[in-house]
């Protein structure tokens, strides 16, 4: 099984910075594509940024010139830079991949536990 874990998130002022990070561990063939998702409070989970295997990424229109997705292959890592922080941004933020465990399964998709994100003065 393919676990991903969460680090990175916390409190932090409007318009500061802060850095998430993902790892996948155990069995792992490949890992795919990777992205991170958000839900606030009384929202839908939304989708935040992705990224593929081959580093091809897209943003969602809420977070494109301040948020920056990026990954180590080598480590099963993937990131998000968080700049310009918006009280709006204040929300869960979740890990997601695309995963193979062998050459011989087919890709399945995993889910971090989520770490919070608090954007406030």
């Known amino acids: 099984q393919v676990r991903l874990v969460e680090s990175g998130g916390g ?10 990070s993902c790892a996948a561990s155990g069995s792992i063939y490949m890992v795919d594509a990777m992205g991170w998702y958000r839900q606030a409070p009384g929202k839908q989970r939304e989708l935040v940024a992705t990224i593929t295997y081959a580093r091809n990424t897209n943003y969602a ?20 830079q968080m ?39």
């Open 11 to 20: 409190l932090v002022q409007p318009g500061g910075s802060l850095r998430l």
């Open 83 to 121: 700049n310009s922080l918006k009280p709006e941004d204040t929300a869960v933020y979740y890990c997601n991949a695309d995963a193979k465990t062998t050459y011989y399964d087919y890709e399945s998709n995993y889910w971090g536990q989520g770490t919070q994100v608090t954007v406030s003065s």
């Open 61 to 80: 229109d809420s977070v494109k010139g301040r948020f920056t997705i990026s990954r180590d292959n080598a480590k099963n890592t993937v990131y998000l």
